[in-house]
């Protein structure tokens, strides 16, 4: 396969709280060049959400 014809992608992680409807608790963006992941200009960024994780949800996370 020939990754170097693949176009730019920027590949979006989102995660929640577990509310419903569900509070932002992280954000990761990883730009995708040529078919492999650019980690030098990715990153990741946490939020404080306004209510508190659901038992489902820390499961999950840990």
């Known amino acids: 396969?020939?990754?170097?014809?693949w176009p730019?992608?920027?590949?979006?992680d989102v995660e929640g709280n577990g509310a419903d409807p569900p509070d932002l608790v992280?954000?990761?963006l990883v730009p995708v060049r040529e078919?492999?992941?650019?980690e030098g200009t990715g990153g990741a960024w946490l939020?404080?959400?306004r209510r508190p994780f659901t038992?489902?949800?820390?499961?999950?996370t840990g």
């Open 1 to 5: 396969m020939d990754f170097a014809s």
């Open 8 to 12: 730019a992608l920027l590949v979006v």
């Open 35 to 38: 078919g492999r992941p650019d």
């Open 55 to 60: 038992p489902f949800a820390a499961e999950c």
């Open 26 to 28: 992280e954000v990761t």
């Open 47 to 49: 939020t404080q959400p």
